[in-house]
């Protein structure tokens, strides 16, 4: 008898610059500054979900901070011969400048590191999504920055602070605000409220991650002509919403159920949402 | 004849929670998130400078992050033995919350990253401090957070974004702004003016980092009896300023010569305070 193959599906593997690896120079720049991206897709059936919008965003956030631009196709492959025969998982790229010496100015000449990773899916109840999830208020703000609102870059104190506010596993989520007050996110995803029958998700333009999921709701909710707006969106807002929800490219759309002492339903928009991303 | 023993003074060498290495984990969570401190320490004749005032400052920022503090003897008696016979060198610490699953909750118990460097001195023209350096002003501007204020944590982007905003050898350091347009700091450094025979330091509760050599010299000039104060510093202010100068354990004080269009001589205080640093 062959000894058990290990489950493809739960270990952990990685590959660094294309070379199965556990390692990075101690020296590298991600993990100095934070100087660097990174994406995280959901795979099925050895198949990355959303992989066109995930290199988009990452081709978007390099040109933001300088990045060179990795090559797509290079990575896709990497992504492939790490999932091959994985029904689900989780893959996370990052990308970050590479080694460089002391001190913040870059190398005239990066040599970037590029960290192709493969996790185990995660297990969230059913419920989330059936029956909605219940989420709090973070006393964690996110500061103003327009170079880096929007990408998913790899400074992410303020959610590693935010989502270390509450231990209770009954709450799923928490909801974050800019230091104007407004709602932006949540500390692993995006949200959305409806509001006169009309979809309401934060504007980003000066903190937030701007993410793949969040922006294919909306083309979603375009090809189901439901009204969007992309808007500043304040606390009362939330709490008065006919619907709200959250989405990331894990968790798909979990509705909320409650957030502080207001309950809500799962209603027809979020249903309509989370069929149509279904199907 | 033996071989040449290896340069101490110039060689790269680093412990990684005590032991020799130059990789750590992919997981680790400095990588991922930035999710952790350092310390960036001036090493003379084999021993580190305002040792205490750093590790204060470590601890500091670990309560801040609630990171368990580390082992403040085990971290002198690593950096010890990296500085053994160096004249000068750059000594770094570095401090993660150590490897932690996917996601931005931290491990219950977390095992933190304690990793110990030794950098080359850099070398930087004398006539830095003699006779001040030409300065900028950055357009990127620093975000507000008060829970990350002051401490060196490991987000470092808007430096490296600033830092990267020229490249003329010639300007040794670029101003930075908060976002409401008062003057924070350095990309590297804490900056000082004299205005009507005041020491005065912008104050860091919002944005910016307390460097060791700002507290340092705010003592010096104490003891010199300067008058002292820590405010808000305007854009105008440091343009129409008596002195400005520049400081970080590495650099210790430069004076400025040149920021913008408008120049400056190395005044009696600045000198004051660079001859008591130096005694």
Same mark, same amino acid.
């Given at each position: 008898?062959?000894?058990?193959?290990?489950?493809?599906?739960?270990?952990?593997?990685?590959?660094?610059?294309?070379?199965?690896?556990?390692?990075?120079?101690?020296?590298?720049?991600?993990?100095?500054?934070?100087?660097?991206?990174?994406?995280?897709?959901?795979?099925?059936?050895?198949?990355?979900?959303?992989?066109?919008?995930?290199?988009?965003?990452?081709?978007?956030?390099?040109?933001?901070?300088?990045?060179?631009?990795?090559?797509?196709?290079?990575?896709?492959?990497?992504?492939?011969?790490?999932?091959?025969?994985?029904?689900?998982?989780?893959?996370?790229?990052?990308?970050?400048?590479?080694?460089?010496?002391?001190?913040?100015?870059?190398?005239?000449?990066?040599?970037?590191?590029?960290?192709?990773?493969?996790?185990?899916?995660?297990?969230?109840?059913?419920?989330?999504?059936?029956?909605?999830? &219940?989420?709090? $208020?973070?006393?964690?703000?996110?500061?103003?920055?327009?170079? @880096? #609102?929007?990408? *998913?870059?790899?400074?992410? /104190?303020?959610?590693?602070?935010?989502?270390?506010?509450?231990?209770?596993?009954?709450?799923?989520?928490?909801?974050?605000?800019?230091?104007?007050?407004?709602?932006?996110?949540?500390?692993?995803?995006?949200?959305?409220?409806?509001?006169?029958?009309?979809?309401?998700?934060?504007?980003?333009?000066?903190?937030?991650?701007?993410?793949?999921?969040?922006?294919?709701?909306?083309?979603? &909710?375009?090809? $189901?002509?439901?009204?969007?707006?992309?808007?500043?969106?304040? @606390? #009362?807002?939330? *709490?008065?919403?006919?619907? /709200?929800?959250?989405?990331?490219?894990?968790?798909?759309?979990?509705?909320?159920?409650?957030?502080?002492?207001?309950?809500?339903?799962?209603?027809?928009?979020?249903?309509?949402?989370?069929?149509?991303?279904?199907?």
């Amino acid at each position: 008898m062959f000894p058990k193959e290990p489950d493809r599906n739960k270990s952990f593997r990685a590959l660094i610059n294309g070379i199965a690896a556990d390692s990075v120079n101690i020296q590298d720049r991600g993990l100095h500054y934070g100087d660097g991206l990174f994406e995280t897709i959901a795979i099925r059936n050895g198949q990355p979900l959303l992989w066109d919008q995930h290199m988009q965003r990452l081709c978007h956030g390099c040109e933001r901070l300088r990045l060179p631009v990795p090559d797509v196709n290079l990575l896709r492959q990497e992504a492939e011969s790490l999932c091959t025969g994985v029904t689900r998982a989780v893959l996370k790229i990052l990308l970050t400048r590479g080694s460089g010496g002391r001190g913040y100015k870059a190398p005239v000449q990066p040599k970037p590191t590029r960290v192709v990773m493969r996790y185990s899916w995660p297990v969230y109840p059913e419920m989330n999504q059936t029956e909605g999830v &219940a989420i709090r $208020l973070c006393s964690t703000r996110l500061g103003h920055n327009t170079q @880096l #609102a929007g990408i *998913k870059h790899l400074n992410r /104190l303020e959610q590693v602070l935010a989502r270390n506010e509450w231990d209770d596993p009954a709450i799923a989520e928490g909801l974050m605000l800019d230091h104007d007050g407004g709602v932006i996110e949540g500390t692993m995803s995006n949200v959305f409220i409806v509001e006169n029958e009309t979809l309401i998700t934060p504007e980003l333009s000066q903190c937030g991650v701007q993410g793949i999921l969040r922006d294919h709701v909306l083309e979603i &909710a375009e090809k $189901l002509t439901i009204k969007c707006s992309v808007n500043t969106v304040s @606390l #009362a807002q939330v *709490k008065s919403a006919q619907e /709200l929800f959250l989405t990331n490219s894990i968790i798909g759309v979990w509705p909320v159920r409650k957030f502080a002492e207001v309950n809500y339903t799962v209603g027809r928009i979020t249903k309509n949402i989370i069929d149509k991303l279904e199907s």
